[in-house]
């Protein structure tokens, strides 16, 4: 069963024991420094970030690493996309 729900709600209001609930995003471009712009919904057990996050140097990601580890999911995938760099 899979059911998208871009604002954030369960499509079908409740979760099961044998469900697993996946946040995914991704081409967000910096926009995690900015929360009134981007709002994670705070369900799910698995948060993953597909990539283009666009920063640039070794201070800006320890920054969204902090920003991926305050968010209320247990486990957290992260994907470099054609827009990531590190070093």
Not at 11 to 34: E, F, N, Q, Y
Not at 46 to 54: K, P, S
Not at 59 to 84: E, I, T
Request: charged share 15%; aromatic share 6%; net charge positive.
């Amino acid at each position: 069963h899979c059911s998208i729900a871009p604002s954030g709600r369960l499509p079908h209001g409740r979760i099961g024991a044998m469900d697993t609930v996946v946040v995914a995003l991704s081409d967000t471009h910096g926009l995690h420094t900015k929360p009134d712009k981007l709002a994670v919904p705070a369900v799910g057990s698995v948060l993953i970030h597909a990539g283009d996050v666009e920063l640039r140097g070794r201070n800006h990601w320890q920054h969204f690493l902090s920003w991926m580890a305050a968010q209320p999911q247990a486990a957290k995938v992260m994907c470099f996309g054609n827009m990531d760099a590190y070093g």
